[in-house]
Structure formats: C-alpha cells, structure tokens
C-alpha cells in the first residue's frame, strides 16, 4: 500500500528535487529523519548519526513525509550537517565568510554539534584582526574571554555605531570604557605599565616531573582519576600515568580506539603508545571540553595530538589539529608538510611548501615520504631555476644621483643578491627582503624605479611558480 506524503512535502521522484539537498538526501538510512531550512531546503539525515553528534537538535517528528522546520538557511546547514556527518572536508573553513561563520557557530552552539563549535571557535579566533567587531560579538555570546581580550585592541578604530549594533549592551558599555582608556593612553594621561616578571620555577617543574616519572608505580591524571564511576575503561600512558575513561564517551567520539568493550581484570589496563601531554588533550575533546586551548601548545605537543587524533579518529581533535598545524606552515613548514601528506591535505602541502626551500635536503628526506620527497626535489629545482633565470638588476646611468652613485647602488644590490639566494624569498617575503634596498633608494627616482622593476619581476617569477602538489603527478 503506498503512503501518501504530507501536504508541506512534495512527492517523491527518481532524484532530489531542486529545493532538496543533495549532499543529505539519507531517506533509506534507518529512523531516517527530515526537516527544512528557512529558505525550504529540505535535508533527510540519519537520525543515528544527528542525535550522536548534535546533542540539542529537535527531535524527530515521527515520519519521514512529516518535516519539521529549522530557522537557519541552507548554507549554514550544509556546513553544520556535514560535521554531523564526520566530512573530514568541513573543517575547511578558512575561506567562509564571517558572516556564515557566525551563523554557523551560533547553530553549532545550539544544537551542541561539539566538533562544529570548536572548528568555530578556532576560525571566529584567526578573524580577530580582520573582523573585530563581530568575532567579540561572538565571544561575548558564547563566553569566550580570551577571544574577547585578543580582538578588543583591534576595535578601537571602530565607529561607536558599528560596534554598538553588534555587541551587547553590557559589553558596549565596557568597551566603550576600554575605548576610553586608550584614548587616555594615547593622550599621555597614562603613564604606568604593568611590570613583568619571570622565574626560573620552570626548571624545578621539570626536574620533580623528571624525577616523579622514574617511579614504578603508575600515577593517575588528576583530570580523569575516577575508577569508581560505572563503565571506565582504564589507560595507561607511555609515562606511567593512568586515564579512566568513560566508555560511552570514548564510543561516541573516537571511532578507532582499542577495544572498550574488552573484559578487563580489576588491576588490567590498557596501554597507549602516546605520552600524558598528547593524551590528556585527546580526551579533553573525548569529553567535549569546549575550552580546550591549543594556541599556546608547544608545537611537538601539538603534532603529537595531531598524529593521535588521526590514529584514533577523534573527528573533534582531528578538525581542531588540521586547523592548528596549518598555522604553523610558516614557523614548521617540515613538519607540518610531512603531517598534510600522511593525512592527505593538499591544501596545507601547497601553503607550507614555499617556506620549506631554505631547509636541508636531508632534514627534508627524514620528515616526508619518498613520493613527497622527489616531488619537494622537483619543486625545490624548479624554484632555483626560476629565480636564477631573474637578473639582478644593475646601476641605471643617470647624474644627481641621490643615494650616492653607482658605488652606493652596487653594494647595496650585492647584498641583496645574496640576501635572495640566502632567504631562499617566496611571495611571502618578497616585501621584507626588498623593504631596505627601497627605502634607501626613496631619495632617488632612477634606482628606485630599478630596484622596484627587479622586485616585479621576482614576484612575477614566484606567481609563476607551480604549486607543490602538481609535482606528485609527475
């Protein structure tokens, strides 16, 4: 007996109708549940997947040709379905638009979608420069106070009428006392600042914790030390130290972990190949903790996590460590190609690749594997060839030289030549390697205009250059 759709449903056909989307069109998925966007895009997801992920979301109406409703348009649903989904692509969200990351962020917020608040939070975070107003509004919205403090000094150019549509009241009105003070600053009223401190306690630290992990016996995390509560799966770090671990929590999260369901003895544990650092990060985001705090994680501790995050696929950590280790492209470019090749983010190999060119071909060799490693040959040989094939520009013969003359000009040129082949320049650092050779040249008309025609053409030479991916085809 066919079933009749309901009257706000349109009835079916061999292939989603134009308002359906087509990336979540899960309508054969058991208990599979639908609902609508604000601009009536209709999405049919698993509801197994939906209630594991977003612990908020509204729940089933019973029938899949009964569609409830959802407030937010379909782009911020495309975006929040599909951290639901586990799409490893999602968490690129690096180029969309504040506007849609706000959307975004305030629906992952609603719906308790944990790894979508977290990808938010890192993303709303590197906006603080770009978009001051509007990532404050969503710290102060979402109880971010480091974000708040980190964006606030780039607000005070900001019209108050601007900033005042976008916080809220409470926040306004601190702003604008904070907007006062620096104006108090800027006019000399304020004369202190406040004195830093530091202490070699550092070194004790390291030396108790040195000696503490020379004892035999385990010691347990102070953040995960209840073995009495029901359903606790025992891990034992590298270092000797012990993690009880919810099972229920550790199944939902990490999708490749070693048996949870294992029968243990009373004392049995189950040890791990990853240190106390690396594992205590990983079950912060095992338990949703929405303040974990990468920024300031030392960038082996980073890369540690990162490693366990894949190996255990802990789809939250794995969206928080992409993010994290492609800020580091510039600072780790080594490490941080061979993580994009071992996880497949192209994206990441292409941005950190130029800044790769001035390291040793054997520190190279150690991190990458083989096929990345003759394609960063290829690369690194097509760099030079292109940057040898750029002349170094020569004194341009004219009189009232204002820089001194042909000697003054050669010298500096010189320098800089060697400066070029020594930096081993990108498109990054083409401006602060020329900025002094232009600056002393700004009282000449000739060789400024000589000196900029020389760095044209290097930035049309490194434009020119492939991206490192196309060389593993090759």
Request: aromatic share 12%.
């Amino acid at each position: 007996m066919s079933r009749t759709p309901s009257p706000d449903f349109p009835s079916r056909t061999p292939s989603p109708n134009p308002d359906t989307s087509k990336r979540f069109w899960d309508e054969d998925a058991p208990g599979a549940v639908a609902f609508h966007s604000s601009n009536y895009t209709v999405y049919y997801l698993d509801s197994a997947k939906l209630y594991t992920e977003a612990k908020a979301f509204p729940p089933p109406s019973g029938s899949i040709f009964s569609i409830k409703s959802l407030p937010e348009h379909s782009d911020t649903l495309d975006l929040l379905f599909a951290f639901v989904y586990r799409d490893k692509d999602a968490c690129q969200l690096e180029d969309v638009e504040i506007s849609l990351l706000a959307r975004l962020a305030d629906a992952a917020a609603e719906y308790q979608v944990y790894s979508a608040v977290i990808a938010c939070r890192f993303n709303m975070r590197a906006q603080h420069k770009a978009h001051p107003a509007e990532v404050m509004a969503y710290a102060a919205k979402h109880g971010h106070d480091d974000i708040l403090n980190l964006a606030a000094p780039f607000s005070r150019e900001l019209p108050f009428d601007h900033v005042h549509a976008v916080l809220p009241s409470a926040y306004f009105l601190a702003w604008a006392k904070y907007h006062d003070a620096y104006r108090n600053v800027v006019n000399g009223i304020a004369t202190t600042c406040p004195n830093h401190y530091t202490s070699s306690s550092s070194d004790a630290s390291f030396t108790a914790l040195f000696i503490q992990r020379l004892g035999a016996q385990p010691r347990t995390s102070p953040r995960f030390s209840d073995a009495s509560a029901p359903g606790v799966v025992p891990f034992v770090s590298s270092d000797n130290v012990v993690f009880f671990i919810d099972r229920v929590k550790l199944e939902r999260e990490a999708d490749a972990f070693p048996p949870s369901r294992a029968t243990l003895a009373s004392n049995e544990t189950i040890t791990l190949e990853e240190d106390e650092e690396t594992l205590h990060l990983l079950f912060a985001f095992v338990y949703r903790d929405q303040h974990v705090r990468l920024e300031d994680v030392a960038f082996d501790i980073l890369a540690r996590l990162a490693e366990a995050a894949e190996k255990y696929q802990v789809y939250c950590a794995m969206v928080a460590c992409r993010f994290h280790m492609r800020v580091q492209h510039q600072a780790h470019p080594a490490e941080v190609m061979a993580y994009a090749a071992k996880h497949s983010h192209d994206d990441i190999l292409d941005l950190a690749a130029p800044f790769s060119l001035d390291l040793p071909y054997n520190r190279v060799h150690a991190l990458l594997p083989p096929a990345h490693y003759i394609a960063w040959t290829l690369y690194d040989d097509e760099y030079r060839n292109i940057i040898d094939k750029v002349e170094a520009t020569t004194f341009p013969p004219h009189g009232g030289c204002g820089i001194g003359g042909s000697a003054t000009f050669v010298s500096y040129a010189n320098a800089l030549q060697i400066n070029i082949l020594k930096e081993r320049i990108n498109a990054s650092t083409l401006d602060a390697v020329f900025e002094n050779f232009l600056k002393a040249t700004t009282t000449c008309y000739y060789c400024c205009r000589t000196v900029q025609s020389w760095k044209n053409d290097l930035s049309a030479a490194l434009v020119a250059l492939p991206l490192f991916t196309t060389y593993l085809t090759k």
